[in-house]
């Protein structure tokens, strides 16, 4: 049986038409017709008889591979070529792939995905590794070279990330850790003191802790008003200052605040509601002033 009438008689048995083979091969049905009636002086060169033979026998379930070697013995390419060279180069822009068999394969992606489009290589004269091109052989070398500097970038950006959250975790960790509060609230009053233990502090500066024990205000002037800080404090909440020399700490709430100075712990100053101002570190014969709440 002839190429031609093989491949039409598998066509016809699947019901196919020739328009379908065209739209899914790219191959104009005047080619296709050509091909079942066995005329092959119409192609441009026995190159795109060969690939549009093989392309054919794929859309309809034929072995590409025994029509190719089919028609090699029966074709002699010196016979096939008839029309100008040019005539290659406008079924190249007409398919958008092309039949190149004495070199390695090119990709091309189209508008429509067709693996078809992907593999016009002769498996008699292509080595096994271009006979199945895999993902990786039909992207780009740029596309890839792109997306892994893109992925390393993504990598270390992510590890930037992660170190600077250990970091800190770890710092903050190191600075609460000098702190133990009771979880034990004492009662409103003054001298009273919450059973936290105190920091110890060695250094040159003058260290002020503020514990809230309920809501209050406080305002921290540090080494003679170079520098002050003004808060309203919610239950549970720790602030803490530094300063060179001294401190003035006014309470809105002198019951709602525990104090605790350099490491020592010096209780609440007064009672709940009741305003406080006190200089620490306090100078011989100063006493904290005190206002009514309601002044």
């Given at each position: 049986?002839?190429i031609?009438?093989?491949l039409?008689?598998?066509?016809?048995?699947?019901?196919?038409?020739?328009?379908?083979?065209?739209?899914?091969?790219?191959?104009?049905?005047?080619?296709?017709?050509?091909?079942?009636?066995?005329?092959?002086?119409?192609?441009?060169s026995?190159?795109?008889?060969?690939?549009?033979?093989?392309?054919?026998?794929?859309?309809?379930?034929?072995?590409?591979?025994?029509?190719?070697?089919?028609?090699?013995a029966?074709?002699?390419?010196?016979?096939?070529r008839?029309?100008?060279?040019?005539?290659?180069?406008?079924?190249?822009?007409?398919?958008?792939?092309?039949?190149?068999?004495?070199?390695?394969?090119?990709?091309?992606?189209?508008?429509?995905?067709?693996?078809m489009?992907?593999?016009?290589v002769?498996?008699?004269?292509?080595?096994?590794?271009?006979?199945?091109?895999?993902?990786?052989?039909?992207?780009?070398?740029?596309?890839?070279?792109?997306?892994?500097?893109?992925?390393?970038?993504?990598?270390?950006?992510?590890?930037?990330?992660?170190?600077?959250?250990?970091?800190?975790?770890?710092?903050?960790?190191?600075?609460?850790?000098?702190?133990?509060?009771?979880?034990?609230?004492?009662?409103?009053?003054?001298?009273?003191?919450?059973?936290?233990e105190?920091?110890?502090?060695?250094?040159?500066?003058?260290?002020?802790?503020?514990?809230?024990?309920?809501?209050?205000?406080v305002?921290?002037t540090?080494?003679?008003?170079?520098?002050?800080?003004?808060?309203?404090?919610?239950?549970?909440e720790?602030?803490?200052?530094?300063?060179?020399?001294?401190?003035?700490?006014?309470?809105?709430?002198?019951?709602?605040?525990?104090?605790?100075?350099?490491?020592?712990p010096?209780?609440?100053?007064?009672?709940?509601?009741?305003?406080?101002?006190?200089?620490?570190?306090?100078?011989?014969g100063?006493?904290?002033?005190?206002?009514?709440?309601?002044?």
């Amino acid at each position: 049986m002839s190429i031609g009438s093989e491949l039409k008689e598998a066509r016809e048995s699947r019901k196919i038409t020739l328009e379908t083979v065209s739209k899914k091969t790219k191959i104009p049905v005047k080619y296709l017709e050509a091909i079942e009636e066995n005329r092959f002086d119409i192609f441009p060169s026995h190159t795109y008889a060969k690939g549009f033979i093989r392309a054919y026998a794929k859309v309809v379930g034929t072995d590409p591979q025994v029509l190719t070697r089919q028609f090699n013995a029966e074709a002699q390419p010196e016979n096939v070529r008839l029309e100008t060279k040019n005539a290659e180069a406008e079924l190249e822009k007409t398919l958008g792939w092309r039949p190149t068999l004495n070199r390695p394969p090119v990709f091309r992606r189209l508008d429509t995905p067709n693996d078809m489009n992907l593999e016009m290589v002769d498996e008699e004269f292509a080595d096994p590794a271009r006979r199945e091109p895999t993902a990786v052989r039909r992207q780009p070398f740029a596309f890839r070279k792109g997306l892994w500097t893109q992925l390393a970038g993504q990598a270390a950006a992510l590890l930037a990330v992660v170190v600077l959250v250990g970091g800190v975790y770890y710092l903050g960790h190191k600075v609460i850790s000098k702190v133990h509060w009771s979880s034990a609230k004492t009662a409103s009053g003054a001298g009273g003191t919450n059973g936290y233990e105190p920091i110890k502090m060695v250094d040159k500066y003058q260290h002020l802790v503020l514990k809230a024990l309920d809501k209050s205000w406080v305002l921290v002037t540090m080494d003679d008003g170079q520098s002050s800080s003004e808060a309203d404090m919610d239950q549970g909440e720790v602030k803490t200052y530094q300063a060179v020399k001294n401190f003035t700490l006014k309470l809105g709430n002198a019951g709602g605040v525990d104090v605790q100075f350099n490491g020592k712990p010096l209780g609440v100053l007064g009672v709940a509601g009741q305003v406080i101002e006190i200089q620490l570190p306090q100078v011989e014969g100063s006493e904290a002033k005190t206002t009514d709440s309601n002044s």
